[in-house]
């Protein structure tokens, strides 16, 4: 849904504001103590000195809760200056597109004129909003020492790490099926290895205990088939393998880019939560067009990747000009909700 950037919540950038003026004087104040220490007896340089840092301590306690609440607010703005630029940069290349297919012929300069226009008009008004969300972060990042501050409480950056994909979450994968000769115990992995190298984790096969020689007898899991002592290496059976709780798997973000006027110009980001699709206002991407229902699809993350539904059974879902009633999304398709047309990526 998309931020009203007139109802961005200001008042704890305002608390800020006074905050730091102190804040400030109190750090131009101490750096020029530093020069004039031979000025003063060490005893009243101490006094004064510990007076300004109990001070600078109190400033940043009283900083704190107002830093979190207006790094909601701002990461609310930052996601809504994504979407306008990726829209921004969309209506140019329709306008683009527009002029091409007007040049093989597909319309006249008539509907040349209609379309330019529409595509000017949201230009206009991405362009206008841009401005308005541009100006609201440099507020923002006026009050505090660094964006990193603002960033620090991002739930949503902590659990996906939206910008890279490195980040592992916990969920079951199959491990490599194998014959052992003593019960499975598991081995702990190491939050540092896991980030540090999560592609091997994910795609080499789980290292195997070596087949015992045919006349040494042979523990298996229970799962497992019984494998003969006379039996060759090559028609032995393997064990069953076993879901491993404690696996990981890489998560990456991904984003509905709308494609036509109907499916508006909001980018709408899919994360872990799921996220409705339809005419209702309590949709997360809210929609217009006619022929959408209420609540017509419903996008969320499993294990094979974002999954979306026909959660209003229309049969007007589509993905890439098939109808669907329920299908995992992959990078590039075309999403098409009734008439509103979106394309996927992955981040």
Known sequence: MALDLNSVDLSAVDALVAIKAEQDQLADRLKSMASKRDQVSSEVFKRVDADYRNRVNEL???AAPLISRAGTAYRAL???LIGLETAF?????DREEIDFRHALGE????ELAHRVKLVDTQVAEHGKARTQALELKVRFLAVVAGEAELEANDDDT???NAITPETVVAAPVEPSPTIISAPIRPQPVSPRGAHENAATLLSAPAPTTPTPPASS??????????VPANSSPSTRPVARSQRNPDATVVFRQGRLEPRNPEAGSVVQTLGLKPVSVGTDGS???HLTAHGVAKRHVEITMTRAGFSVRDVAASGT???NGAVIQEHVLAEGDTLSVGPAQFNFRLL
């Open 60 to 62: 940043a306690a009283q």
């Open 78 to 80: 930052r996601e809504e």
């Open 89 to 93: 940069a969309m209506a140019r290349l």
């Open 107 to 110: 319309f006249d300069a008539d």
């Open 158 to 160: 902590a659990q996906m």
């Open 217 to 226: 007898p042979t523990t298996v899991q229970p799962a497992a088939t019984a």
């Open 283 to 285: 949709c997360d991407l």
């Open 317 to 319: 879902v589509k993905v």
